[in-house]
T-cell receptor, first 110, second 114 residues
Framework: DAKTTQPTSMDCAEGRAANLPCNHSTISGNEYVYWYRQIHSQGPQYIIHGLKNNETNEMASLIITEDRKSSTLILPHATLRDTAVYYCIVRVVQGGKLIFGQGTELSVKP | NAGVTQTPKFRILKIGQSMTLQCAQDMNHNYMYWYRQDPGMGLKLIYYSVGAGITDKGEVPNGYNVSRSTTEDFPLRLELAAPSQTSVYFC?????????????FGSGTQLSVL
């Protein structure tokens, strides 16, 4: 599975869009980009995933560059409850392992 | 559905003791995983299973054993507990079907080895 690089921490003002970047320059053609988040000490929560097209769901949007070497998770209107550690993961679907990196600690401030 | 159920929620062990962390899911998921998370750190994969009777090592399998005799259950065994195994343990499961695989996590087991 490809490695990912994320900033250690980010701040965002409440009500603003939070844009979380992720670099995955060694991603393979059959690897998807997944995003999970972990609020405080709870179990991680699935947010979104995609292969090469941009994706949107009720929680967030995922923008993947054309060369697929990086992506951005967008929380359109961040709230205080979005304060969490966000993990970007690349893996082959049905490939078994899901390896977490260090993630980005997002702090949403009033 | 109850989702992914982990027991116990908290446990204190003495060095050298053994115990089994239980994980059960009622969603007929084929994939199951065990992770550990040390304070302030990310999750590390211990073992995973792609179906009943099949298990494989993750990043940090030493000191642990698993079995998957049924689709529903995936217990994690610590044989000789050591202080380095003090951590929060998360179990997860997923149903691998096409491109819609999403992991669902349990609430965790906080283990202290003293």
């Amino acid at each position: 599975d490809a490695k990912t690089t994320q900033p250690t921490s980010m701040d965002c003002a409440e009500g603003r869009a939070a844009n979380l970047p992720c670099n995955h320059s060694t991603i393979s053609g059959n690897e998807y980009v997944y995003w999970y988040r972990q609020i405080h000490s709870q179990g991680p929560q699935y947010i979104i995933h995609g292969l090469k097209n941009n994706e949107t769901n009720e929680m967030a949007s995922l923008i993947i560059t054309e060369d697929r070497k990086s992506s951005t998770l967008i929380l359109p209107h961040a709230t205080l409850r979005d304060t969490a550690v966000y993990y970007c993961i690349v893996r082959v679907v049905q490939g078994g392992k899901l390896i977490f990196g260090q993630g980005t600690e997002l702090s949403v401030k009033p | 559905n109850a989702g992914v159920t982990q027991t116990p929620k908290f446990r204190i062990l003495k060095i050298g003791q053994s115990m089994t962390l239980q994980c059960a899911q009622d969603m007929n998921h084929n994939y199951m995983y065990w992770y550990r998370q040390d304070p302030g750190m990310g999750l590390k994969l211990i073992y995973y299973s792609v179906g009943a009777g099949i298990t494989d090592k993750g990043e940090v399998p030493n000191g642990y054993n698993v079995s998957r005799s049924t689709t529903e259950d995936f217990p994690l065994r610590l044989e000789l507990a050591a202080p380095s195994q003090t951590s929060v343990y998360f179990c997860a499961s997923s149903y691998s079907r096409g491109t819609n695989e999403k992991l669902l996590f349990g609430s965790g087991t906080q283990l202290s080895v003293l």
